[in-house]
């Protein structure tokens, strides 16, 4: 089970941080995964990180201004929202895929999975 924190609204240039609370499993054993997803609009991808090799990845409109990270005592994973922008406006979602126990998280390493369990959603809203 994932369970989401965080979320709200915030200026443009503001910054938040999301939790994604892991129970049943270690997260540092997975590739865990944030989405984003706006009414109407195709899922993103956003970030990715695996515990296990230490790798993270982020996609290019994010690099530079979010920052994945978990830890490990508390079974979470984190992501920290800087420079928040308008077009970040979205529900963001964590999600693990069983299938990524031991695996490293590449480029885009998001893809390319079936996820087994998601997050309830957490809406962020950045004003102009």
């Known amino acids: 089970q994932l369970v989401e924190s965080g979320g709200g609204l915030v200026q443009a240039g503001g910054s938040l941080r999301l ?18 997803q706006a009414p109407g ?10 515990g296990s090799f230490n790798t ?9 201004r979010f920052s994945i ?20 406006t979205d529900v963001y979602y964590c999600a693990v895929p069983y299938s990524s126990y031991g695996q490293i998280c590449g480029a885009k390493g998001w893809d390319g999975y079936n996820y087994d369990y998601w997050g309830q959603g957490n809406k962020v809203t950045v004003s102009s």
Do not use: H
């Open 19 to 36: 939790s994604c609370a892991a129970s049943g499993f270690t997260v540092y054993d997975y590739v865990i995964a944030w989405f984003r």
């Open 41 to 50: 609009k195709e899922r993103e991808g956003v970030s990715c990180i695996s």
């Open 56 to 64: 993270k990845n982020y996609a290019d409109s994010v690099k530079g």
């Open 69 to 88: 990270s978990s830890d490990d005592a508390k079974n979470t994973v984190y992501l920290q929202m800087k420079n928040l922008k308008p077009e970040d």
